[in-house]
């Protein structure tokens, strides 16, 4: 199971939990597909998957358009 969370600013809520402690299992990451992300379990075991939309990489999409 999984939870996501879009949040403003992926960024600055990650050095927020990583301060607080957190250990986070999937390091802040830009994806070239137009995400800024990380990701840690909770106590439970529920994956948490921390999302912020961005500008995707230049031409990314470009493969998956139809001509």
Do not use: H
Not at 18 to 39: A, N, V
Not at 56 to 65: E, N, Q, T, V
């Amino acid at each position: 199971m999984c939870l996501e969370l879009e949040v403003q600013d992926a960024t600055a809520t990650y050095n927020d939990l990583k301060t607080q402690g957190l250990d986070i299992t999937y390091p802040l990451t830009d994806e070239p597909y137009g995400q800024r992300r990380f990701g840690f379990s909770d106590p439970s075991g529920l994956w948490v998957d921390i999302v912020e939309q961005i500008e995707p990489a230049a031409g990314y999409w470009d493969k998956y358009m139809l001509p």
